[in-house]
T-cell receptor, first 113, second 110 residues
Framework: NAGVTQTPKFRILKIGQSMTLQCTQD?????MYWYRQDPGMGLKLIYY???????DKGEVPNGYNVSRSTTEDFPLRLELAAPSQTSVYFC????????????FGNGTRLTVT | GQNIDQPTEMTATEGAIVQINCTYQ??????LFWYQQHAGEAPTFLSY????GLEEKGRFSSFLSRSKGYSYLLLKELQMKDSASYLC???????????FGTGTQLKVEL
């Protein structure tokens, strides 16, 4: 099993550009999450999904959109990129919401200039 | 919301023992996780506590006191590879969400 796979690993965007961060998992996990981590800070939840067709906002959803058309994939869309979105983005999954630990992807390092 | 407090940095000597404390305030508490994160990498799971007491797992142990809103991670026989950030993450709040603290950066020196 590959686990949680994120692409791309690095990206530089100009202000106002758009992009989609890809995340896929092959563990048949129902729950998937997007976090961002700014330097020296903890992870902030952007969006999460409890199953295909269901998504919900986390702590910092503004400027982002998600979709969950399949169990495996949970892409994160940035529209009109801003410098404040410069961060490291982690996708994660769990089989359920309770005491299962998060399985993280390797992250996407995004710079908006 | 959830308030999480843990020290920003700690330094310890190889072979020694270090305790990383975490205090939290959360409604609907449903357990607490500790994750380890090496620089430039994703967090990895270390431990989960839902009942009061000490959980031991090799060189790492984690303690929880629900009444005090307090947890600690104990690392024994420190090795250089233990230099990393340690993230405290209580589970709870509306929707049973996991919230991460800012992390404690541990530096292990010779």
């Amino acid at each position: 099993n590959a686990g949680v796979t994120q692409t791309p690993k690095f990206r530089i965007l100009k202000i106002g550009q758009s992009m989609t961060l890809q995340c896929t998992q092959d563990m048949n996990h129902n729950y998937m999450y997007w976090y961002r981590q700014d330097p020296g800070m903890g992870l902030k939840l952007i969006y999460y999904s409890v199953g295909a067709g269901i998504t919900d906002k986390g702590e910092v959803p503004n400027g982002y959109n998600v979709s969950r058309s399949t169990t495996e994939d949970f892409p994160l869309r940035l529209e009109l990129a801003a410098p404040s979105q410069t961060s490291v983005y982690f996708c994660a999954s769990t089989p359920n919401r309770d005491n299962s630990p998060l399985h993280f992807g390797n992250g996407t390092r995004l710079t908006v200039t | 919301g959830q308030n999480i407090d843990q020290p920003t940095e700690m330094t310890a000597t190889e072979g020694a023992i270090v305790q990383i404390n975490c205090t939290y305030q959360t409604s609907g508490f449903n357990g607490l996780f500790w994750y380890q994160q090496h620089a430039g990498e994703a967090p990895t799971f270390l431990s989960y506590n839902v009942l009061d007491g000490l959980e031991e797992k090799g060189r790492f142990s984690s303690f929880l006191s629900r009444s005090k809103g307090y947890s600690y991670l104990l690392l024994k026989e420190l090795q250089m590879k233990d230099s990393a950030s340690y993230l405290c993450a209580p589970l709870g709040g509306g929707g049973n969400k996991l919230t991460f603290g800012t992390g404690t950066q541990l530096k292990v020196e010779l």
